[in-house]
């Protein structure tokens, strides 16, 4: 039991060091217009890394994962909200997938 409680403070500690690096190693304002638009983009490009391919591996159907995934870029760039975003796509893959039973 004593061993778990041990990987989780090494864990927490390596997890505390990387969030607190960038902290350390920048402690003014980075003037480098390059180098900060770089940085603000990082968050999209992770998420968008990391959510892509499961949207594209969810479903039973690669043609309902794209139905869903149309309809919530279509509703993202009108500017809805994520909730109904979400909700839009999840009910788009759902009905693509229960027409492609039908047919």
Do not use: D, N, W
Request: with cysteine; net charge positive.
């Amino acid at each position: 039991m004593m061993h778990v409680y041990g990987l989780m403070a090494v864990m927490a500690l390596v997890t505390y060091l990387i969030r607190m690096a960038p902290f350390v190693a920048f402690r003014r304002q980075i003037q480098s217009r390059f180098l900060r638009s770089f940085l603000y983009y990082i968050p999209y490009a992770v998420l968008s890394a990391m959510t892509i391919p499961a949207i594209f591996s969810s479903t039973a159907s690669l043609i309902s994962a794209v139905a869903g995934f149309c309809v919530a870029v279509l509703l993202a760039f009108r500017g809805k909200s994520l909730l109904t975003v979400a909700i839009a796509a999840c009910a788009t893959a759902y009905l693509a997938e229960m027409l492609a039973g039908l047919l």
